[in-house]
């Protein structure tokens, strides 16, 4: 996907071991998101952010950790990771500009957390 | 929760069928927007309706805001094989700085 790039792409881990998922953007975009998709859930809101340093929790921050040192770069750690916390995990950004409007997403990463 | 709620879960039709698609939502909204995801990959925005608008058309998509009834739906023409994906509807509601999904329709085109 053009402009966001996430990585891992997939990873598996054992329970209680941190783990950080990095989402690297190319566009200078303000506005950052981090969501989890759950079968039977849709997409959740963990963290976001409106600029560097300037981050906020969503409806399901308990667990994660998200840091914005640069415009570019937003990155989400869980601290220990949790079986509840395997799931498929995107960034976001926001291409108009203007908080939840037309939201791009990244490609995803698969998370395992055995 | 202000989740939106998509119906149907699941839609299977013919190539070149119309599909429709409908999203309800429970407190009020600043836009509604709906998203298309392949299979294995990120969402796509596809149209956003602001809270004063009651149509609006994007190539083959039409959707639809009814405010009063707190419901959109989206129609999709002469559908293509291509067409072939899950579509979710997300709500920008007053107040609440984040987006909400609803679960989504997972919509199959039979060719």
């Known amino acids: 996907d053009a402009g966001i790039t996430q990585s891992p792409r997939h990873k598996v881990t054992e329970t209680g071991t941190p783990v950080t998922l990095r989402c690297h953007q190319t566009?200078?975009?303000?506005?950052m998101y981090w969501y989890r998709q759950d079968p039977g859930h849709g997409l959740r809101l963990i963290h976001y952010?409106?600029?560097?340093?300037?981050?906020d929790k969503g409806e399901v921050s308990d667990g994660y950790s998200v840091s914005r040192s640069k415009t570019e770069d937003f990155l989400l750690t869980l601290e220990s990771a949790t079986s509840s916390q395997t799931s498929v995990y995107f960034c976001?950004?926001?291409?108009?500009?203007?908080?939840?409007?037309?939201?791009?997403f990244g490609s995803g990463t698969q998370l395992s957390v055995l | 929760s202000q989740q939106g709620e998509e119906d149907p879960q699941a839609l299977s039709i013919q190539e070149g069928e119309n599909a429709t698609m409908n999203c309800s939502y429970k407190?009020?909204?600043?836009?509604l927007q709906w998203y298309r995801q392949n299979s294995g990959r990120g969402l796509v925005h596809l149209i956003l309706?602001?809270?004063?608008?009651r149509e609006k058309h994007s190539g083959r998509l039409r959707v639809t805001l009814d405010t009063s009834k707190k419901s959109s739906s989206l129609l999709i023409t002469a559908s293509r094989a291509a067409d072939t994906a899950s579509y979710f509807c997300?709500?920008?509601?007053?107040?609440?700085?984040?987006?909400?999904f609803g679960q989504g329709t997972r919509l199959t085109i039979n060719p």
């Open positions: 407190t009020s909204i600043n836009n």
């Open positions: 952010s409106y600029g560097v340093k300037d981050t």
């Open positions: 566009e200078n975009h303000r506005y």
């Open positions: 997300a709500t920008d509601h007053l107040g609440a700085q984040k987006l909400v």
């Open positions: 309706i602001r809270s004063n608008e």
């Open positions: 976001a950004i926001s291409e108009s500009g203007v908080g939840y409007e037309k939201l791009f």
